[in-house]
C-alpha cells in the first residue's frame, strides 16, 4: 500500500514539473516583466518550485485536501517563484507577474488527483 502511495507522489511530481515548465513557458511568453535567458534555467526555476511545493505539503499536512492543494499551492507557488529569482542568475519577475504564474500553477495542482 506505501509503494502505491511512493507511486502516486512520482506521478503527481512529474505532472506538477510539466505544468510548472509549461506555466512558466507560457507565463514568460505574455507576461511583462518575467524573463527567463534560457529553457535550462526554466527547467531549473521549475525543480526548484517543485521541490519547496513538496516540501511544504510535507511539513503542513493540508496539501491531502482538494482546497489545500489550492491553497496550499498558491501561497507556496507566489512565494517561491518570486525568491526562485535570488537563487537562479537569468531569472527575473515583478511581483504582479508572480500572482499570474502562481494563480494558474495552483489551478493546475487542484486538479491535480490525490487519491489512487
Known sequence: MNKNIDLLRLKQN???LLTAI???TITVMFTP???ISSFPLLIVASLFIISA??????????HDM??????????????????????IAGYSIS???TF????IY???????????
Open 14 to 16: 512529474s505532472i506538477k
Open 33 to 35: 516583466n518575467f524573463d
Open 66 to 87: 482538494p482546497v489545500g492543494r489550492g491553497i496550499i499551492g498558491f501561497t507556496s507557488a507566489t512565494v517561491f517563484i518570486y525568491m526562485a529569482q535570488f537563487f
Open 100 to 103: 499570474i504564474a502562481a494563480l
Open 22 to 24: 509549461s506555466v512558466f
Open 95 to 97: 511581483l504582479s507577474s
Open 53 to 62: 511545493d513538496y516540501l511544504m505539503s510535507v511539513i503542513s499536512g493540508i
Open 106 to 116: 495552483a489551478f493546475i495542482s487542484y486538479l491535480i488527483p490525490n487519491k489512487v
